[in-house]
């Protein structure tokens, strides 16, 4: 068995691994690339392997740095099966179909300011090839060794980072391998605890932020409340830019929580995106996945995703009508990292303002407009215009979907023989410190591999 690196080696985006086993070639994820325009280019690039020869691809979970460019896969040769957890199954279009979308109305823009003698710009990918996509997924539920090639068997674990993410175990040629994919830290609102696994030849780990760990979540939401309080009494607005996938939902399940200590009654809250009502029919539909104290608070009222004062904004109008609101509105909108979707309207709109509050709940790569706000620009270009920022910028670093240095190495200390690692999914000064502590702590031979890094396992 051997594996090699073709995203998210070096970088936090466009996870893609190329295993090769029992003479089969095995896909592990298939992410776009996010950041700057340059990094960004990427995406519509050759792959560095032939589509049409892979056997099958394994999708660890259904955030697009993960999935984003399955439809360029599809549109380009490959035809074999999409192996994924059952919940990411039924967000994956969600995913997708956004994402093709905004790729859309990219090219649309594009083309507008495009000079007469410019080519037309096309979007990376259409509506057409992501229902090519859908028409390969299979399905799979936690904790069930399957065999998905002649010789090579797969099982998907709960990695608690969003609904549906897994680690992915896989045999053959008499060889394990374990990707941890992304994996949450322990006690997430709503999730299940990372699984424990205990043997592999190889382990392929993130380490988007091995060279710290999170403030604790209590803190977390401590400041949270300090942060709409602060806006309240400034007279302004709240806004959050934050994945639709997994933080979206946590923040619903903490405004459920403390509902009454932040005095949310007296805000409207907004979340702002064309998939929230999709992506919330896929939480209800999968229940059995939510922890314990989870399942509790969805019995209780208000529940996280029917809060009395809560709006789901589906169409441009209703989310343009937001802007009329001088004070007192709450926004959820994305992207995550702000470099794209509804947020960069709402932040056009407001971030000249003093009484606009900004507040990052995850991480920010680098290169995104979200990166040079946590950075505190003085101006910030959004959609070809210079922007004055004279906002509150946040950054609530304790409610991270990714588990920190400590978490990681925690996870790690629980295989037996100190495997060799591959440290994936992070920048350079991440993966260098989480190697030294491996190193120290544990004594196991660390890998940092490259674009095009090959490994035997």
């Known amino acids: 068995m051997d594996i090699e690196f073709h995203g998210a080696a070096g970088g936090v985006t466009g996870s893609m691994h190329l295993v090769e086993a029992a003479g089969r070639r095995i896909l592990l994820d298939c992410g776009m690339l996010q950041g700057s325009r340059e ?248 229940h059995a996945l939510f922890d314990e104290q989870a399942t509790r608070v969805w019995r209780q009222k208000p529940s996280p995703f029917r809060l009395p004062n809560l709006h789901y904004t589906e169409s441009t109008q209703a989310s343009m009508g937001i802007n009329s609101i001088v004070s007192g509105a709450i926004v959820i909108a994305g992207s995550g990292m702000a470099n794209g979707g509804r947020i960069q309207h709402h932040l056009r709109h407001r971030l000249d303002r003093r009484d606009t509050h900004v507040v990052f709940v995850g991480y920010q790569a680098e290169g995104t407009l979200g990166r040079r706000l946590v950075e505190r620009a003085q101006w910030v270009r959004i959609h070809g215009e210079e922007v004055r920022v004279a906002a509150q910028i946040h950054t609530v670093g304790g409610l991270s979907a990714h588990t920190g240095q400590g978490g990681l190495l925690e996870w790690y200390g629980q295989f037996r023989g100190t495997p060799p690692v591959a440290l994936v999914h992070g920048e350079d000064d991440a993966r260098q410190a989480l190697a030294a502590e491996i190193g120290r702590r544990y004594g196991a031979r660390v890998e940092l591999p490259r674009l095009g890094t090959r490994l035997a396992v």
């Open 39 to 286: 990094l960004e280019a990427g995406n519509a690039e050759p792959f560095p392997f032939d589509p049409a020869a892979l056997d099958a691809v394994v999708v660890s979970h259904a955030h697009i740095d993960h999935i984003g460019r399955l439809p360029l896969l599809v549109a380009r040769g490959y035809r074999g099966p999409v192996w994924l957890q059952r919940a990411t199954a039924d967000l994956l279009p969600v995913m997708l179909e956004d994402a093709a979308s905004l790729a859309a109305s990219e090219a649309e823009r594009a083309n507008r300011r495009r000079h007469p003698d410019e080519p037309r710009q096309a979007p990376l990918f259409t509506t057409e090839d992501v229902a090519a996509v859908l028409r390969l997924l299979r399905p799979l539920d936690y904790d069930v060794r399957t065999g998905i090639l002649p010789g090579v068997e797969l099982a998907l674990r709960d990695a608690g980072h969003i609904l549906g993410s897994c680690i992915v175990e896989l045999w053959g040629d008499g060889r394990k391998l374990v990707f941890s994919g992304d994996l949450g830290p322990k006690g997430t609102p709503i999730l299940r605890d990372p699984s424990v696994i205990t043997e592999a030849d190889l382990v392929v780990m993130e380490s988007t932020y091995g060279d710290r760990d999170h403030r604790e979540r209590s803190a977390t939401v401590q400041e949270l409340g300090e942060v709409f309080e602060h806006a309240w009494r400034d007279g302004g607005t709240v806004l959050i830019p934050a994945f639709a996938v997994g933080r979206s939902q946590e923040l619903l399940y903490w405004f459920a929580r403390y509902w009454n200590e932040w005095k949310l009654e007296r805000w409207r809250i907004f979340l702002d995106s064309p998939m929230a009502g999709k992506v919330v029919a896929v939480y209800d539909r999968h």
